[in-house]
């Protein structure tokens, strides 16, 4: 009688398949782990980058499967990309230590009207509910404006700097206090979308000045408007750590998982939902319909010395997009 150490075929077939299944599982999320890790949001990758949360995720499973299935080397590497990916994504949903600052405190709601069709009365109502000092809107067209206005926008936030246009390129800039140095914007990015940002210095009682910026770069929906979305985000305007205190607030096009984003954090700025552990929180997707999983690309950057306490994503009817309450405590001058 011959003995031999090899399993059965049946046996032998059914560890070929389960090896298959592990690599074939682990690959696509190890190479998702090397793309964010090295920054390569290039093409299609700039969509994709945006569900990289969604991806964190999963990582686990795939672990999980791998150990299940007793396929140590995809294992390994399964644990690798899972680590990367975790590393990155879960801080969002801690929050970090904040700095001590004894000035008053403003509430900040940005929003973005989906080219003026959002609910304007739903609107007004998020602003008085939440006693908002400053609004920052994106898409914001003429006939937005007036349903604003008639609503009684005008006399809860009487200051304001405004460039409404049909269609999506408008933006405005709403304030309880004084504005000055007011202006607009013109994101310039070559076959992009040409969205405007208004802006101003906001005189805050008790409170250094802090200027303030309705951001909206160009959407990176298409190949060829990539090269605009990249231009716009990198020619935002970057924190002044030693100088004026900035907050940019709007619609990004982007999340924390795009490097032109991170960059621009790193001048100085800190993303107040990251601040608080609310970084995972949707704020675009599936809201007017779409099948598209909530991402998170609506922002309120704010300079490292304002203290971030809170920060709630809201709904607002008729967007695709949900606004995001930043309360806020400002240095004293």
């Known amino acids: 009688m011959i003995v031999t150490d090899d399993p059965p075929a049946p046996t032998r077939g059914r560890t070929w398949v389960g090896t298959a299944l592990c690599w074939v599982l682990v690959g696509p999320t190890a190479a998702w782990a090397a793309v964010r890790l090295v920054g390569l949001d290039r093409g299609p990758l700039v969509q994709a980058l945006a569900f990289t949360p ?11 499967l791998s150990v299940a299935l007793r396929r140590w080397w995809p294992a390994a590497v399964a644990a690798l990309a899972a680590v990367a990916l975790l590393g990155v994504v879960a801080p969002r949903a801690l929050a970090a230590p904040q700095p001590t600052v004894t000035g008053p405190t403003i509430r900040l709601l940005t929003a973005n009207l989906l080219a003026g069709s959002a609910d304007a009365s739903a609107l007004v109502e998020l602003v008085r509910r939440h006693r908002v000092d400053v609004l920052t809107v994106q898409e914001f067209t003429p006939d937005a404006q007036a349903a604003l206005d008639r609503l009684g926008l005008d006399r809860l936030l009487p200051h304001r700097q405004l460039n409404a246009h049909v269609g999506t390129p408008g933006s405005g800039l709403y304030s ?11 994101n310039r990015g070559q076959g992009g979308w040409g969205f405007t940002q208004a802006y101003g210095t906001v005189a805050v009682p008790g409170a250094a000045p802090v200027r303030v910026e309705s951001a909206h770069p160009s959407a990176p929906s298409a190949l060829d408007q990539v090269d605009a979305w990249r231009t716009d985000l990198t020619a935002q305007p970057q ?7 900035q907050i940019l607030a709007g619609d990004f096009n982007a ?5 032109p984003l991170r960059a621009l954090l790193d001048t100085g700025y800190v993303d107040a939902a990251d601040a608080t552990g609310k970084g995972l929180t949707g704020t675009w997707g599936p809201y007017d319909g779409d099948l598209i999983p909530p991402v998170t690309i609506d922002h309120v950057l704010v300079d490292r010395r304002i203290a971030v306490d809170e920060v709630t994503v809201l709904p607002l009817p008729k967007s695709d997009h949900r606004p995001v309450l930043a309360t806020l405590r400002l240095p004293t001058p």
């Open 255 to 259: 999340t924390l998982d795009h490097g």
């Open 176 to 186: 309880r206090w004084p504005l000055s140095d007011v202006g607009i914007r013109n």
């Open 239 to 245: 924190a002044t750590p030693d100088g004026e205190l």
């Open 54 to 64: 969604y991806v964190a995720a999963g990582s686990v499973l795939v672990l999980g």
